[in-house]
């Protein structure tokens, strides 16, 4: 996985465009096609039912290190696992059982450097869980065409409520990254809160 500069002008000679102003600065790029970009979060759920998980997702591409051409039309669509982890091991899946699973699907964007993003919220049952830590798996899926998309503005609530979004949990007890991607390794995140009583629309 890598970082994408949205504010630079060196991409395609003239920079990426980004109309609604969602990503900010920089952006997380994902692989699903060349090799298979993984990001992995542990966390425990402090006795919560849910791990609700709220993102901006794009399809987007990249114009150098060879980095794969979306062809148009192309969507990304994105698979977020929740696995068992009671080691708390660092790792994709912390060697546990899967607890829940979901997809997330995109839009197509207008031009190879124009972000259309999609806002999404996950719901995933942890109730299952062993001793409450669990590790949050994403990967994108090369379903729908897109070889390559960009992901922004994690926000990650233990919760007894489907998709609440109020508070966030504490920060990871673990990030593992797999794959270099196309230009080096990133891990980290931003955060946009939203106010506690804030309604929540599901759109997973």
Known sequence: METLLITGNQAFG??????????GNYVLGMLSTLQNDLLGLSFNMQGKTFLNFRLDISNIQVDRFNGPSNPPGSVPVFEITLFDNPSGATGLSGNGRVLDVAQITG???SAPNVFNWTEHIVALNG?????????????????????????????????????????????????AVF??????????????????????????
């Open 107 to 109: 839009a197509a964007s």
């Open 179 to 204: 794959g270099l991607g196309i230009a080096g390794l990133w891990a980290g995140r931003r955060r946009n809160r939203r106010p506690e009583s804030a309604p929540v629309e599901i759109r997973a």
């Open 14 to 23: 003239t920079g990426y465009s980004d109309p609604r102003r969602i990503g």
């Open 127 to 175: 109730s299952g869980s062993t001793n409450g830590n669990v590790t949050i798996r994403i990967d994108e899926l090369n379903t729908r065409g897109s070889g390559y998309a960009a992901l922004d503005n994690f926000l990650i609530v233990a919760s007894n409520t489907r998709g609440d979004i109020g508070a966030s949990v504490p920060e990871p007890a673990s990030i």
